[in-house]
């Protein structure tokens, strides 16, 4: 029986090159009777992981590899043998990353040898084009290659293959290179030889039918069994059955890799066990002076057994370190999702929500049978979490820290524009279709093109064009950086995994994204951004030095009834989360009087809910017009917060194991199934098995199908409990900086634009309607940012419970706009240095301000302290001196100064109309 294994083969991964996804390599891998198969693409791995679940699912061996493409030509195709030989192929590629541009390593062949070291299987692929070059570049590469190096022989079924087999056989000979066959599979079936050539034409920029040689010749480039290829490379069987004999020396799988926690943030003497029971004890005292209570203990005992069983110590220390650092610098950070879930990390000062007050759920965070690390999302102020992400590469190193990637992929209206290009199609039908099939899943029925479109679907180009946009959505189109996410290693983590330069200075990034991560059991933690933390910081900075009131977060008075009215009413422009017009419709009606209404409040109003058809009926049991019923205690215990509806992901779980009878681990592959952004049919599979368990527990098969209706919602959108518990915290401490203190929070929320749903005018009014004195900015009293400033005699603000209100908001010189940061920052140094301005002549010169930069102050009324109206100060601003105008330049002369640098103004008929700040009409040169 003929052996054959393929070790060239590439998916869609060798972005816009192969036309396959990893699992259809592998399955049809699995259909063909192949030994094992090398799914190695170009110059990456980053399919690897992807591969390797497929073959796990489908029982194929499939090798980890890399298609190294080389300056001469030759394509070095690398599968390491174990784990050290591994380690040296990814530091070889994260080292060819970072020595050329980021997403295109050039990488010599003549280097390869030496870096690769030994225990790798080498493979070349001759190119095309086999020149005298090549050959000699080979001859310089194997003198110096440090393990067996092979040599490809490929069938491109041109007519030439007899001859060519024939002489790269006796080249192999004569280099004393043993050869393997192959395929080269750039996809898994022939049917997908049409959409390799339209990534073919979109990575090379050409449309299909002026691509020509650009193009395969057949459609041979995909897997074939192995009776197929003893027959195709009669003659060469030796090279057939070495395939085969090759993958057997490989030992090396990807489940091999072994993370290690960082040790840093260890005590000196301790075990990150002992380092981790000291801070929680330390943070105990602060958080309970009085005594921890019962409950509370036990739930932290449970939790440092659990987290002790699992040795994940380190981990609940490095996310610590990174909220210590944060804090050291006044950076304001609060830890969200399922930290929320999790006493230890509010002993420790990870999140400010008490999981034992809201009763959330731990097993959502960690549980023995998921047997993966928990993911702990921590958020920063968006304009500082830059400092946190630089003190992770500071102290780790960018070899030891990476974030992790994001897969890009086509969507539909990215498809069928790269597909509407390949094919011709017009720029206005390319637009009127994308316009067509977003949100589409089936794409764009003929129904849609003739009726709507006005476009005829039996158009030959236009059928080709949908079908390869069809077939294209999902493929990845390019790596680009998580926007947080974090992977910290003990040991280098570019021996586990390619490190690249990220497109953003001073970042890197590894090659796998989240759910890689997750797979192979590696830690990651999110260092994210959040621009109400921002706002928030900087308006209890300006409460601290306005009223000389030190208030942390922490020390927010809790459960304010003033603040629930203030709500309720709906009065909640600005605020977090709750801001937006279905979220104001809502407050009225839900009438939030304690934290956890805030909790329901933010999770409700999302889609999962609605499609649940979870709100109607929890706001009918709320308002008591319907009867709250229970089919059993235990459903009572999981749903009785919520009145009987489910509302939040980890109340889906509960169902499960208590109602249907599932384990933790299909309650989280539950969870899973409805997590957010991902595809709904997931949850299908889940669903039966769930309407089972509760039948077969005793409930009915009407609830049971309700219910799981009801939990279907959650595939759009749902939220966890955990999450909103912790939007929540932020939503009530806005809210009462809002109501207590509403001129900090108006500065704090102008100075940290852009935020929100409104712009700086609509907080203004709004602000001006609740009684706070707005300033306008000007020259001799604004800084960039906006301040506050004591009232003038017989100015009133509204006064609240706490004393704020008591300043009046001065806008900065940040709200003109146009107005460059760098511009506003010499006004400011002139007037420092030198005093108030006293007219506009003056602050042009002191400030050395163009033209055009003192129309936009002009224009954004910042005289107002000289007396002088904005349309004054635009005519002055017109006298300055500015840059030669293209009348002059055109004579080639010099402009010269006038003496008397005022205006005339003509007739108000003819005058110069100003609209915005901007200038429609100005006085002519020779006027």
């Known amino acids: 029986?003929?052996?054959?294994?393929?070790?060239?083969?590439?998916?869609?991964?060798?972005?816009?090159?192969?036309?396959?996804?990893?699992?259809?390599?592998?399955?049809?891998?699995?259909?063909?009777?192949?030994?094992?198969?090398?799914?190695?693409?170009?110059?990456?791995?980053?399919?690897?992981?992807?591969?390797?679940?497929?073959?796990?699912?489908?029982?194929?061996?499939?090798?980890?590899?890399?298609?190294?493409?080389?300056?001469?030509?030759?394509?070095?195709?690398?599968?390491?043998?174990?784990?050290?030989?591994?380690?040296?192929?990814?530091?070889?590629?994260?080292?060819?990353?970072?020595?050329?541009?980021?997403?295109?390593?050039?990488?010599?062949?003549?280097?390869?040898?030496?870096?690769?070291?030994?225990?790798?299987i080498l493979i070349l692929i001759p190119p095309a084009d086999e020149t005298h070059n090549w050959r000699a570049a080979v001859e310089a590469f194997l003198m110096k290659a440090q393990s067996p190096v092979h040599l490809a022989l490929v069938r491109r079924f041109d007519g030439q293959d007899g001859a060519r087999?024939?002489?790269?056989?006796?080249?192999?000979?004569?280099?004393?290179?043993?050869?393997?066959?192959?395929?080269?599979?750039?996809?898994?079936?022939?049917?997908?030889?049409?959409?390799?050539?339209?990534?073919?034409?979109?990575?090379?920029?050409?449309?299909?039918?002026?691509?020509?040689r650009l193009l395969a010749a057949n459609a041979?480039?995909?897997?074939?069994?192995?009776?197929?290829?003893?027959?195709?490379?009669?003659?060469?069987?030796?090279?057939?059955?070495?395939?085969?004999?090759?993958?057997?020396?490989?030992?090396?799988?990807?489940?091999?890799?072994?993370?290690?926690?960082?040790?840093?943030?260890?005590?000196?003497?301790?075990?990150?066990?002992?380092?981790?029971?000291?801070?929680?004890?330390?943070?105990?005292?602060?958080?309970?002076?009085?005594?921890?209570?019962?409950?509370?203990?036990?739930?932290?005992?449970?939790?440092?057994q659990l987290i002790e069983e699992l040795d994940y110590a380190s981990y609940f220390l490095t996310v610590y370190d990174l909220v210590r650092f944060a804090r050291s610098q006044s950076i304001l950070c609060q830890g969200r999702g399922s930290a929320a879930n999790s006493a230890v990390c509010y002993a420790i000062g990870v999140t400010e929500v008490d999981p034992v007050k809201v009763d959330l759920l731990f097993e959502r965070f960690i549980s023995a049978e998921r047997g993966e690390p928990p993911d702990i999302d921590v958020d920063f102020e968006h304009e500082r979490r830059e400092e946190v992400i630089q003190y992770v590469y500071q102290k780790y190193g960018r070899r030891r820290a990476g974030m992790t990637a994001v897969v890009h992929c086509y969507r539909p209206r990215g498809a069928i524009?790269?597909?509407?290009?390949?094919?011709?199609?017009?720029?206005?039908?390319?637009?009127?279709?994308?316009?067509?099939?977003?949100?589409?899943?089936?794409?764009?029925?003929?129904?849609?093109?003739?009726?709507?479109?006005?476009?005829?679907?039996?158009?030959?180009?236009?059928?080709?064009?949908?079908?390869?946009?069809?077939?294209?959505?999902?493929?990845?189109?390019h790596l680009s950086q998580h926007p947080g996410g974090f992977v910290i290693t003990l040991d280098r983590l570019d021996e586990i995994v390619p490190v690249r330069k990220a497109a953003m200075p001073e970042r890197t990034a590894i090659e796998w994204d989240k759910e890689d991560i997750e797979a192979l059991g590696l830690m990651k933690v999110d260092v994210l951004g959040l621009g109400m933390l921002t706002a928030v910081q900087k308006a209890l900075s300006l409460i601290k030095h306005a009223y000389d009131r030190n208030l942390p977060v922490a020390d927010i008075p809790p459960e304010d009834p003033v603040v629930y009215d203030m709500i309720c009413k709906a009065d909640t422009l600005g605020v977090f989360q709750i801001e937006s017009r279905a979220q104001m419709t809502m407050l009225p009606r839900l009438k939030p009087r304690c934290f956890y209404d805030l909790v329901i409040e933010v999770a409700i109003v999302r889609p999962g809910p609605i499609q649940g058809d979870m709100v109607h009926p929890y706001l009918r049991r709320r308002e008591g017009k319907e009867k709250v019923e229970f089919p059993s205690e235990d459903l009572r215990q999981v749903l009785g917060k919520t009145l009987g509806v489910p509302l939040f992901q980890e109340q889906a779980?509960?169902?499960?194991?208590?109602?249907?009878?599932?384990?933790?681990?299909?309650?989280?592959?539950?969870?899973?199934?409805?997590?957010?952004?991902?595809?709904?049919?997931?949850?299908?599979?889940?669903?039966?098995?769930?309407?089972?368990?509760?039948?077969?527990?005793?409930?009915?098969?009407?609830?049971?199908?309700?219910?799981?209706?009801?939990?279907?919602?959650?595939?759009?959108?749902?939220?966890?409990?955990?999450?909103?518990?912790?939007?929540?915290?932020?939503?009530?401490?806005?809210?009462?900086?809002?109501?207590?203190?509403?001129?900090?929070?108006?500065?704090?929320?102008?100075?940290?634009?852009?935020?929100?749903?409104?712009?700086?005018?609509?907080?203004?009014?709004?602000?001006?309607?609740?009684?706070?004195?707005?300033?306008?900015?000007?020259?001799?009293?604004?800084?960039?940012?906006?301040?506050?400033?004591?009232?003038?005699?017989?100015?009133?603000?509204?006064?609240?419970?706490?004393g704020g209100g008591r300043f009046a908001v001065r806008l900065g010189l940040r709200q003109i706009k146009g107005l460059a940061e760098i511009t506003a920052a010499r006004v400011m140094a002139a007037r420092q240095f030198g005093g108030p301005f006293d007219g506009v002549e003056a602050l042009a010169r002191r400030a050395r301000l163009q033209r055009s930069e003192v129309d936009r102050l002009a224009a954004g009324d910042a005289f107002s302290s000289l007396k002088t109206p904005r349309r004054e100060a635009g005519w002055r601003a017109l006298a300055l001196s500015g840059p030669d105008l293209p009348l002059f330049d055109a004579a080639g002369g010099e402009r010269a100064s006038a003496p008397d640098r005022s205006v005339r103004r003509p007739p108000a008929a003819n005058g110069a109309q100003r609209r915005g700040g901007a200038r429609l009409c100005a006085p002519q040169p020779l006027a």
């Open 165 to 212: 087999l024939m002489r790269q056989a006796r080249l192999a000979a004569r280099l004393g290179l043993a050869t393997i066959a192959s395929t080269d599979a750039l996809y898994h079936a022939p049917e997908r030889r049409l959409l390799q050539d339209v990534v073919t034409c979109i990575r090379e920029h050409v449309r299909i039918d002026e691509a020509g």
């Open 653 to 802: 779980m509960k169902i499960a194991i208590v109602a249907a009878g599932f384990t933790p681990s299909e309650a989280d592959r539950l969870r899973r199934s409805m997590a957010a952004f991902r595809r709904a049919g997931t949850i299908q599979e889940m669903g039966e098995k769930l309407v089972r368990g509760m039948i077969a527990n005793g409930y009915t098969p009407d609830f049971a199908e309700r219910c799981f209706k009801q939990l279907e919602g959650f595939g759009e959108y749902g939220f966890p409990e955990s999450h909103a518990a912790s939007f929540a915290l932020i939503v009530y401490v806005s809210c009462w900086i809002k109501r207590h203190y509403p001129d900090a929070f108006l500065a704090a929320m102008l100075n940290s634009q852009p935020l929100g749903f409104y712009a700086p005018a609509q907080l203004v009014r709004d602000a001006r309607e609740h009684g706070v004195i707005v300033r306008p900015p000007d020259i001799n009293h604004s800084d960039w940012d906006c301040t506050l400033e004591s009232l003038d005699p017989g100015e009133r603000a509204a006064r609240t419970p706490e």
């Open 220 to 304: 041979e480039r995909h897997l074939k069994p192995p009776a197929e290829m003893a027959r195709l490379f009669s003659g060469y069987e030796d090279a057939v059955a070495r395939s085969a004999a090759l993958a057997d020396t490989v030992s090396f799988q990807l489940d091999q890799l072994v993370y290690q926690y960082p040790d840093e943030v260890i005590g000196a003497g301790e075990t990150p066990l002992q380092t981790l029971h000291r801070l929680v004890a330390e943070g105990s005292a602060r958080r309970w002076p009085d005594g921890v209570p019962d409950q509370t203990q036990a739930v932290l005992d449970h939790e440092l």
């Open 417 to 477: 524009r790269e597909a509407g290009k390949v094919f011709g199609l017009s720029g206005d039908v390319i637009a009127a279709l994308s316009k067509a099939v977003w949100g589409w899943r089936e794409g764009v029925t003929p129904q849609v093109i003739r009726d709507e479109l006005g476009l005829d679907p039996d158009s030959p180009a236009l059928a080709r064009a949908l079908g390869a946009a069809k077939a294209l959505q999902g493929f990845p189109r």
């Open 1 to 120: 029986m003929t052996r054959f294994a393929e070790l060239c083969a590439q998916s869609n991964f060798s972005f816009l090159r192969g036309a396959s996804h990893p699992h259809e390599m592998v399955e049809a891998a699995a259909a063909l009777g192949l030994d094992a198969l090398v799914v190695a693409d170009r110059n990456t791995l980053a399919g690897a992981v992807r591969t390797f679940l497929a073959a796990k699912d489908q029982g194929v061996r499939a090798l980890v590899g890399a298609r190294l493409a080389t300056e001469e030509g030759v394509d070095l195709v690398c599968v390491p043998q174990t784990r050290k030989a591994y380690g040296r192929l990814a530091r070889y590629l994260s080292d060819a990353q970072f020595a050329g541009e980021p997403n295109a390593p050039v990488v010599r062949l003549a280097l390869a040898g030496e870096a690769l070291g030994e225990d790798q």
